[in-house]
């Protein structure tokens, strides 16, 4: 009897936990029901990947839609739009909204207005706070949570969370990873007169590479004695690679392509306040060490920091101008020119896009090219040479700083569930997003 599935994706080249090779996928009810041999079997629908490329579908574990609040940077449409067109098949989002994301009101709000808008799957962040921290045990196990945030340095109303004592107690009272932006307030502050009205080269003095470890050495400390799983992200500097791979029973490292990518001086020279996010843009050094951190396998995943803000107000002579650049759309095509360019291999990239958040966040069924998983596929041309233009761009902000790069490898489709989502740029089954499982978060 001829097995049935309701799509198939044929003759493409499967990259995913077992390697390379040239294979179908099978998909029934959303979920992978065969890899391997299907000429024989019938389907619904059958996509020929002839040509492509199929990876397990890209997760972004960090991006910033700006909604509610500031919807006039970004919104939940726009932001999953960018997304599903980048190949990203589901994001984690961020608590600095307005208002932030701290109690359960406000994620349920945020999951309402993401229902029947959003184009890919979605979980939120929760924001720890010093008011929040005895309730943060109940408020990560909450459906459609992906974990518990904290800003170490400055960040949105009463988000910031800068003392040993606040961050020991939201660690006390969370049993899930919990994810760090790692840079010292106190320092900071120190620094900011540092700044150079109008000199965006001087953003990565005022947030030197000191203020980044000095935090993240408080931070891993605080972990090691509770007993506590953390997340830093974006990592940025040599010292934080060096000292996190001596601790990695506790913490894991995330990386984003703007800091494998782009460099100071000349990158703020260059974009002037495209350039500025926070921890920055840093000197050449630091990136070659992101770079090794990368290869020795001290970085766990990819996140975009996926953070808009309109040419006009990036226009305004620094320290006016605020940090943050979008990323979601371009994750994908540049990270597929550093493996095109032999700084990293698919099977890498793979595992920071997909594995990777599987691993740390306890995914119950995404993350994986493999039977009984979501069908959740990229599908991308590794010989496509694009060059990434403002205009391209679906988040409401319309600018990129990769403006100009010419890139070699792009997502050709995006399948979420089984639904083909996003074929050859253009956005054909929207609104499907549905919010992500995890396994601390199964209903008993």
């Given at each position: 009897m001829t097995e049935t599935y309701d799509l198939i994706v044929r003759g493409g080249e499967v990259v995913n936990h077992a390697g390379r090779g040239l294979a179908d996928v099978g998909v029934r009810g959303g979920k992978i029901a065969a890899v391997g041999d299907l000429?024989?079997?019938?389907a619904d629908e059958v996509f020929d990947a002839k040509g492509l490329t199929i990876m397990p579908g890209v997760i972004d574990t960090q991006v910033h839609f700006r909604e509610p609040g500031l919807e006039w940077k970004e919104d939940l449409e726009s932001?999953?739009?960018?997304?599903?067109?980048?190949?990203?098949?589901?994001?984690?989002?961020?608590p600095n909204t307005e208002p932030t994301t701290t109690d359960p009101d406000a994620l349920a709000d945020k999951l309402a207005r993401a229902k029947g808008r959003m184009h890919c799957d979605h979980a939120f962040y929760v924001g720890g706070t010093h008011e929040n921290a005895q309730w943060?045990?109940?408020l990560e196990r909450l459906p459609g949570c992906c974990g518990i945030k904290v800003f170490m340095g400055a960040s949105t109303g009463t988000l910031l969370v800068q003392d040993d004592e606040g961050i020991e107690q939201v660690l006390r009272h969370v049993n899930r990873r919990a994810a760090f932006h790692s840079e010292d307030e106190y320092r900071l502050a120190e620094r900011r007169p540092l700044a150079r009205t109008g000199d965006?080269?001087?953003?990565?003095?005022?947030?030197?590479?000191?203020?980044a470890i000095q935090s993240t050495e408080r931070l891993v400390r605080i972990a090691t004695a509770l007993g506590k799983r953390i997340h830093?992200?974006?990592?940025?500097?040599?010292?934080?690679?060096?000292?996190?791979a001596a601790h990695k029973d506790v913490a894991s490292v995330e990386l984003t392509p703007q800091h494998l990518t782009l460099a100071g001086p000349e990158a703020y020279e260059r974009l002037k306040g495209y350039a500025q996010m926070n921890p920055p843009i840093r000197g050449e050094e630091h990136r070659r060490a992101l770079w090794a951190g990368l290869a020795s396998g001290v970085a766990d995943v990819l996140g975009s920091d996926h953070a808009p803000h309109t040419s006009e107000e990036?226009?305004?002579?620094?320290?006016?101008?605020?940090?943050?650049?979008?990323?979601?759309q371009t994750l994908l095509p540049v990270m597929l020119t550093h493996v095109a360019e032999g700084r990293l291999t698919l099977e890498r990239l793979v595992d920071l896009t997909s594995h990777g958040a599987n691993r740390l966040f306890g995914l119950a069924d995404k993350g994986r090219l493999a039977e009984g998983y979501d069908a959740d596929l990229t599908i991308v041309d590794l010989k496509a040479r694009?060059?990434?233009?403002?205009?391209?761009?679906?988040?409401?902000?319309?600018w990129t700083p990769f403006d100009g790069m010419e890139v070699k490898g792009w997502p050709m489709a995006t399948i979420i569930r089984?639904?083909?989502?996003?074929?050859?740029?253009?956005v054909i089954a929207p609104h499907l997003g549905e919010p992500v499982r995890f396994n601390e978060t199964l209903a008993p």
């Open positions: 000429s024989q079997a019938s932001g999953s739009r960018a997304a599903v067109l980048g190949g990203v098949v589901a994001v984690f989002e961020m943060l045990g109940e965006w080269t001087s953003h990565y003095e005022v947030r030197d590479a000191q203020s830093v992200l974006h990592v940025t500097t040599a010292d934080e690679i060096a000292y996190l990036k226009a305004r002579p620094y320290p006016a101008s605020p940090s943050g650049m979008p990323g979601v694009r060059t990434i233009r403002h205009d391209m761009m679906a988040s409401r902000v319309g089984g639904t083909v989502v996003m074929r050859d740029d253009e």
